[in-house]
T-cell receptor
Framework: DAGVIQSPRHEVTEMGQEVTLRCKPI?????LFWYRQTMMRGLELLIY????????DSGMPEDRFSAKMPNASFSTLKIQPSEPRDSAVYFC???????????FGQGTRLTVV | AQSVTQLGSHVSVSEGALVLLRCNYS??????LFWYVQYPNQGLQLLLK??????LVKGINGFEAEFKKSETSFHLTKPSAHMSDAAEYFC?????????FGSGTRLSIRP
């Protein structure tokens, strides 16, 4: 398996624009997580899915953020409209079952100018 | 609420010296515990995990960690540091719901 695949690796966008981050989890993994990493706040869990269903989105910072998982092999994290304070590295991770290790993608570095 | 505390945001050791990175967890139920490593511009990679089998857990690259319930600790050690160990290390805990990460410790290795 190629591991968790995220795209794009880098994204630079202007404030107010819509941004969509994409993730392909490892095949067969039932859990998918979206994390945000910044110097100030470290690694924050934004939302996680179990079998394509959102279970906990309490970490989503604002209504500008939304995440979907239309099928077992694809998830998106959307920010609309984007703001400079959204600049961060966004990681997607997947795991086979809860309480096992999560496998991380390479991340998407988002810069909002 | 469950939390993970890593003492020391930055640790610097000499090449060949002992590496000790500290992690304490706060949970009423012993959780599953993990150590991850992050190299620059990379995602997190699992170093080792504790899942209530053996209290001393061996991982990749010569690292190991010991689970001590009485101290609620899961410190990471390596007997002899190598230059390639320079990275950021994250302790994490999982208990029934989500995985919570500590704030990370940046390990620097002096030649």
């Amino acid at each position: 398996d190629a591991g968790v695949i995220q795209s794009p690796r880098h994204e630079v966008t202007e404030m107010g624009q819509e941004v969509t981050l994409r993730c392909k989890p490892i095949s067969g993994h039932d859990y998918l997580f979206w994390y945000r990493q910044t110097m100030m706040r470290g690694l924050e869990l934004l939302i996680y899915f179990n079998n394509n269903v959102p279970i906990d989105d309490s970490g989503m910072p604002e209504d500008r953020f939304s995440a979907k998982m239309p099928n077992a092999s694809f998830s998106t994290l959307k920010i609309q409209p984007s703001e400079p304070r959204d600049s961060a590295v966004y990681f997607c991770a997947s795991s086979l079952i809860m309480n096992t290790e999560a496998f991380f993608g390479q991340g998407t570095r988002l810069t909002v100018v | 609420a469950q939390s993970v505390t890593q003492l020391g945001s930055h640790v610097s050791v000499s090449e060949g010296a002992l590496v000790l990175l500290r992690c304490n967890y706060s949970s009423s139920v012993p959780p599953y515990l993990f150590w991850y490593v992050q190299y620059p511009n990379q995602g997190l990679q699992l170093l080792l995990k504790y899942t209530s089998a053996a209290t001393l857990v061996k991982g990749i690259n010569g690292f190991e960690a010991e689970f001590k319930k009485s101290e609620t600790s899961f410190h990471l050690t390596k007997p002899s540091a190598h230059m390639s160990d320079a990275a950021e290390y994250f302790c994490a805990a999982s208990s029934a719901s989500k995985i919570i990460f500590g704030s990370g410790t940046r390990l620097s290795i002096r030649p």
